[in-house]
């Protein structure tokens, strides 16, 4: 009963139908130490207290923990350089130490205090749970075939939704948003003493960065935004555009590997590699095997996509598969504990909360049987029946828009044959934000242009616009390049972001 109360009374406090005026709270200290033992030491971390609810200051508080890389060369800089690594839901307090070790530049260090922090609701910032077993952990809506399919999926989705409901967490989640994980970094930059910040957002955190650019225009000084989501943030849209995003992006697979048909046998031509991709995904459908289905199947080969550096290990997944055997472990299959109970609640919470979605079963049944034809390789999961669908809480505020009034400062940076944020979403944030934004797009597949060993035109556009001010003055196209050789140190801090990027 006292849980159902919490919620009721979390509910009614979500009636505001307008934007309202927040008010900044007083200035916290910041007093850096050492970080929780799953933080990599070099990085110093403090707490930072901010309102749960802006909307009134003098109301509960959470704590947002935040971590620094210092300047290397404090003669040189220049300020603060916030990150956030994507998600929704993903940590970021390691963030800084990872970027740093996939080779930035020093110029780029001595110019910044690198700026991590964990997003309300995750991990060591106020972390909220669902109570969700490890299968609802892993959830991503199931492959739907037909129109049944689509109301089977719905009953799981809405089940999650309800634990949500349940949870302790629950007069939380409702405030577990963009808009107001934008106020809390403004917070941030308070207790840093800055006058403005900079930024590095990385997919999800692109839409973040809009938003703090949207809401703090002044406070803004060198926005790069990095793997583009629409300007609508992660909605039904978005959630659609992974499909678009696969057909986009698995050419390239098919092309790799079919220049490789002696090593793996997965066909000779791209064609032999997409009806293989097509075979063993109706095979699954009839016949799972080692834990993997049609549908872990196709959404585990998106995953792999996300930087050609896995190609590999999913050509031999594939190749094992085709022979009946077991396919290298977490490739199709997450860890056993998932992603932990608070990325994967607060990933739930923003995507709810940022955008209604639609609540009718004939609005997900109309989108899957369209996206069954035109994107066949996932379309029939992605634009399935998500939580969100059943979420108990109205958004507590209208979702912000993109404005091309404000500075002209923010660079946006965009491979053409991005799985995960496909360049049409890109091109639509490009237009949102008008004169204030330019877009260097790079002839290349993945996910994620600042990774210093992928294209030296697109991660030097980052680079110089970061370390001189110098941005194109008008849009730039980045052509091929070849990958550049990794040392070991790069390789790791590689695949460790990856792998958090490919769980969301």
């Known amino acids: 009963m006292r849980k159902q109360l919490l919620v009721a009374v979390a509910a009614a406090a979500l009636t505001a139908t307008a934007v309202p005026a927040y008010a900044t ?4 200290a910041v007093n850096w130490g050492p970080c929780p033992a799953d933080v990599p030491a070099p990085l110093q971390c ?13 109301g509960t508080k959470i704590s947002i923990e935040i971590s620094r890389l210092p300047s290397i060369d404090p003669a040189k800089r220049r300020g603060v350089l916030l990150f956030n690594p994507g998600g929704p839901g993903d940590p970021g307090l390691a963030f800084p130490f990872t970027w740093a070790r996939l080779g930035v530049p020093a110029s780029v260090q001595a110019e910044y205090d690198l700026i991590g922090f964990d997003p309300r609701g995750i991990d060591h910032s106020s ?25 089977q999926a719905s009953a799981a989705a809405k089940q999650i939704a309800q634990q949500c409901a349940a949870s302790a967490s629950a007069p939380n989640l409702p405030y577990l948003t963009t808009a107001n994980t934008a106020r809390d970094m403004d917070q941030i930059r308070v207790a840093l ?9 990385l997919s999800y955190g692109t839409y973040l960065g809009g938003v703090y650019a949207s809401l703090f225009p002044d406070r803004t000084d060198r926005f790069v935004l990095d793997s583009v989501v629409g300007p609508t943030g992660v909605d039904i849209t978005t959630a659609r555009r992974f499909a678009e995003g696969m057909q986009d992006r698995f050419p390239d697979f098919a092309k790799w590997a079919a220049a490789r048909s002696a090593i793996y046998g997965l066909g000779t031509t791209p064609a032999e590699v997409t009806a293989n991709y097509f075979k063993l ?8 095997a080692w834990g993997v289905d049609g549908s872990t199947f196709r959404l ?25 055997q077991a396919p290298p472990a977490g490739v199709f299959q997450p860890p056993a504990t998932g992603p932990e109970q608070s990325q994967r609640a607060t990933m739930l919470s923003v995507l709810c909360g940022d955008n209604a979605w639609p609540q009718s079963l004939s609005t997900y049944q109309r989108n899957v049987a369209e996206d069954l034809v035109t994107y066949p390789m996932i379309g029939g999961s992605t634009a399935n029946v998500w ?53 260097v797009t790079v002839d290349q597949g993945g996910h994620g242009v600042g990774l210093p060993f992928l294209n030296s035109c697109g991660f030097g556009a980052i680079t110089d616009y970061l370390v001189n001010g110098n941005r194109p003055a008008t ?4 052509g091929v390049e070849a990958t550049a050789a990794l040392t070991p140190q790069q390789q790791q801090a590689a695949s460790e972001l990856m792998e958090q990027l490919r769980q969301h």
């Open 387 to 439: 939580p969100c669908a059943h979420w108990p809480y109205q958004p507590i505020e209208p979702a912000v828009q993109f404005s091309s009034q404000g500075p002209s400062n923010l660079l946006l940076v965009q491979n053409t044959r991005d799985p995960a944020t496909p360049l049409s979403g890109a091109l639509k944030t490009r237009e949102a934000f008008g004169d204030r934004a330019r877009l």
């Open 193 to 201: 003493g800055e006058p403005k910040i900079s930024y590095f957002g």
């Open 25 to 28: 709270p007083a200035k916290p």
């Open 127 to 151: 972390p909220v749970s669902c109570d969700l077993n490890p299968d609802q952990l892993a959830f991503a809506p199931k492959y739907a075939h037909n129109s049944e399919e689509v109301v």
């Open 300 to 324: 585990g080969t998106h995953s792999m996509t996300y930087q050609t550096l896995s190609f590999p290990v999913l050509a031999q997944a594939w190749q094992a598969l085709l022979a009946d």
């Open 46 to 58: 403090a707490s930072v207290e901010v309102p749960l609810d802006y909307r009134n200051p003098d």
């Open 475 to 478: 849009d730039k196209s980045c």
């Open 281 to 288: 995904a109706d095979k699954l459908d009839q016949h799972p």
